[in-house]
């Protein structure tokens, strides 16, 4: 019994990295043919054979400044901890940077800013994951007042993040033993425009996935001395985590899996037993608990403003249900939107407005809507295979994730806004700078595409190699990132999706990118020194006869 079950896991961790390799290599090749065009809020792609040059292009240069940097990191005999001290102070600026250029742009009401508004105490009864997010927001808003909320919480973003690219750096060299792979890691950090443009966004994302980078970290320190200190901390973190963030459920659920595997290969079983038990508690009871404290807090909020909050945001909330079928709905419906880019239609009909506060009613109709668009679907299977293939590329060949979009670009494009925004006179310049169409805009946006393409085609690579290296192949912590990395795609097939709740998959890809640079850093640096040895060789001499 115990052969079968390590023999099962050991398949299931194979079939787990060919799955991984493969899904990696189509979205680096669909992330190098599908350019992406943004007009607001709508993404046109085609196949186009000079935008598909320049991604490859860019890819190659940032692939070159790795090589290059590399070479000089060892000419110069510069250590690990140098360029990581010098990486991280400059992430630090870039955050900064961007930061400080947001301070300067009107807060936007889509960019999850309204959760920390007083009135975001009314999403308790429409959005039970969100419950945890209006009460750290009205805490922000109680200790640093309305403007003072946004501020506290993009500082602790970038705070956050700065922390989850140190504690990846950790992650890198812990994987692979080799300083060589974590210098890598260091040099293509600081570019990963995906995740850092998402600083200001005063949203769960950013404090959910810094918070579980932290608990696989810990969870790599537990493997290796399996300390009770470990257990402690990786329980709370996760509940916090999921608390912001009810996406981080698949990274949980990832690491469960990888832990019950464990259990099959190791004789002191108690230790994950706890963790296994822990998570699962997580799991069941997070949501419930806070359901619980929001209703006994209640009486002392007047929910006043709900009328407002709804057309603030815009008939979003019209979607969603405690049960999530509305987010179900999203994903499948086709609209104005998602007529062209296979992405999910937020227009809102009438009838949906008017149910909004009888939820059976609402429930019901969203149930409908799904009942016949499967049956459409299974009527049509090239209309849906289509449907799902643009819906793909429109939530994971997004070049930027929607960091610049959500940025700086959203309420500009949008109702009154867009004519406030464009006749202000003191309107901020940067903020001009960083639209659609703008040249500064347009150099981002394909950097962005040319390193989303080289990270996806180098995390194919070097997971290749991890799974020809017996040495790497049997660590079952390199299972959490593929795991997680499937499950979010395939949650965003069948439900809301898009960039922005995307990108921080894309950012534990990281490690497994500086691995496959590595080894393909390695193999083009053999095939140099070949050609220019064939260069220094001596013609023979002739003999005169």
């Not at 792609?45 to 320049?54: G, H, M, T, Y």
């Not at 991890?466 to 593929?482: A, E, G, Q, S, Y």
């Not at 795991?483 to 921080?504: A, H, I, K, P, V």
């Not at 496959?516 to 260069?535: M, N, V």
């Amino acid at each position: 019994m115990k052969r079968f079950l390590v023999k099962f896991s050991k398949l299931i961790h194979g079939i787990t990295l060919v799955l991984f390799i493969g899904l990696i290599i189509l979205l680096s090749i669909s992330s190098a043919l599908f350019s992406s065009f943004s007009d607001g809020n709508i993404f046109f792609r085609a196949i186009n054979p000079l935008n598909v040059l320049s991604v490859i292009l860019i890819a190659v240069g940032i692939f070159l400044y790795v090589f290059i940097g590399q070479k000089l990191f060892d000419r110069y005999k510069i250590s690990l901890k140098k360029i990581q001290n010098w990486a991280l102070i400059l992430t630090t600026a870039i955050l900064t940077i961007v930061l400080l250029i947001y301070s300067q742009v009107p807060s936007v009401n889509d960019q999850g800013g309204l959760f920390v508004w007083p009135f975001a105490y009314a999403y308790w009864d429409q959005f039970d994951y969100m419950i945890p997010m209006g009460m750290f927001g009205g805490v922000l808003v109680k200790l640093f007042g309305m403007s003072g909320a946004f501020l506290a919480f993009r500082i602790m973003n970038l705070a956050l993040m700065v922390l989850a690219f140190w504690l990846l750096g950790k992650i890198t060299k812990k994987l692979f033993k080799n300083d060589k792979i974590a210098k890598i890691y260091w040099l293509i950090a600081p570019l990963c425009i995906q995740f850092i443009f998402y600083v200001s966004w005063a949203y769960g994302n950013i404090p959910s996935v810094c918070l579980m980078i932290f608990v696989i970290y810990l969870l790599m320190k537990f493997f290796e001395k399996e300390k009770w200190q470990y257990i402690a901390a990786i329980i709370p973190l996760s509940f916090l985590a999921l608390a912001f963030k009810l996406q981080a459920q698949i990274v949980i659920i990832a690491v469960l899996i990888v832990l019950i595997l464990r259990l099959f290969q190791v004789k002191n079983r108690l230790k994950t037993i706890i963790l296994c038990g822990g998570f699962i508690f997580i799991l069941v009871f997070t949501l419930p608990f806070f359901r619980f404290v929001a209703n006994s807090m209640q009486n002392q909020y007047e929910i006043t403003a709900f009328p407002t909050f709804i057309n603030v945001a815009q008939g979003i909330a019209a979607y969603d249900e405690n049960d999530k079928i509305a987010y179900q709905e999203m994903g499948a419906l086709q609209g104005p939107i998602s007529e062209m880019t296979g992405h999910w239609s937020y227009v809102i009909d009438g009838h949906t407005m008017t149910d909004l506060r009888n939820d059976e009613l609402a429930k019901s109709r969203s149930a409908e809507r799904i009942k016949y668009r499967l049956n459409e679907f299974m009527e049509n299977p090239k209309m849906a295979a289509r449907f799902f293939l643009r819906k793909q590329l429109s939530d994971w060949n997004s070049p930027d994730f929607g960091a610049l979009q959500v940025w700086g670009a959203s309420d500009y494009f949008k109702g009154k806004n867009k004519a406030i925004y464009q006749n202000d006179p003191n309107k901020p310049k940067l903020f001009t700078t960083l639209q659609p169409k703008h040249t500064a805009y347009n150099i981002l946006y394909k950097f962005s595409d040319g390193y989303e393409t080289l990270v996806y085609l180098m995390c194919a690579f070097g997971v290749v190699f991890i799974f020809r290296d017996r040495k790497h192949k049997k660590k079952l912590l390199i299972l959490i990132i593929p795991l997680t990395f499937m499950g979010q795609f395939l949650l965003s097939l069948f439900t809301e999706s898009g960039g922005r709740f995307n990108f921080y998959v894309f950012v534990l890809l990281l490690p497994f990118a500086a691995i496959g640079l590595w080894h393909i850093s390695q193999f083009t640096d053999k095939k140099c020194a070949y050609i220019l040895s064939q260069f220094k060789k001596k013609p023979k001499s002739r003999r005169n006869n």
